[in-house]
């Protein structure tokens, strides 16, 4: 028989394993869901690389986070894993080729453009953008 003190540790262990299992990994300290109230200045110099770009062709398509664990998934947060046409028309910082040119989202980046028009985008890390900012027509 075992003791009602090391019973209860044993459930309060294995419950918190358990939920480790539906968390996500957290987003980095430099991530734009971590500074989101930096300035588009202060995002283009800390990134490894940035670039003007015409967005067009936005598609939007919103699916639950993966850490969801409702049965109703529309009742869970929305990301949105859409596509769009991304013309590279200057790079700004880094070196990015213009063949082949394509633009994936980064772990904590911004969601994509919701309107179409020119874009400066910056990341951290190779070909995966962070953010971005409309420039002004």
Same mark, same amino acid.
């Given at each position: 028989?075992?003791?009602?003190? #090391?019973?209860?540790?044993?459930?309060?262990?294995?419950?918190?394993?358990?939920?480790?299992?539906?968390?996500?990994?957290?987003?980095?300290?430099?991530?734009?869901?971590?500074?989101?109230?930096?300035?588009?200045?202060?995002?283009?110099?800390?990134?490894?690389?940035?670039?003007?770009?015409?967005?067009?062709?936005?598609?939007?398509? #919103?699916?639950? #986070?993966?850490?969801?664990?409702?049965?109703?998934?529309?009742?869970?947060?929305?990301?949105?894993? %859409?596509?769009?046409?991304?013309?590279?028309?200057?790079?700004?910082? %880094?070196?990015?080729?213009?063949?082949?040119?394509?633009?994936?989202?980064? !772990?904590?980046?911004?969601?994509?453009?919701?309107?179409? %028009?020119? !874009?400066?985008?910056? %990341?951290?890390?190779?070909?995966? !953008?962070?953010?971005?900012?409309?420039?002004?027509?």
């Amino acid at each position: 028989m075992l003791n009602p003190i #090391y019973r209860f540790f044993v459930l309060i262990i294995s419950t918190l394993t358990c939920l480790n299992v539906f968390a996500t990994k957290p987003c980095s300290k430099d991530s734009f869901a971590s500074n989101f109230n930096r300035t588009p200045e202060e995002w283009v110099k800390t990134s490894s690389w940035a670039a003007k770009v015409l967005v067009s062709n936005i598609v939007h398509i #919103y699916k639950p #986070y993966p850490n969801c664990t409702h049965s109703d998934e529309s009742k869970c947060s929305q990301q949105d894993v %859409g596509s769009f046409e991304a013309k590279l028309l200057k790079v700004m910082k %880094g070196e990015i080729k213009k063949e082949g040119f394509k633009l994936k989202q980064a !772990y904590c980046s911004r969601d994509i453009p919701t309107k179409e %028009g020119v !874009y400066i985008f910056f %990341g951290l890390r190779d070909k995966a !953008y962070d953010g971005y900012y409309k420039l002004e027509e």
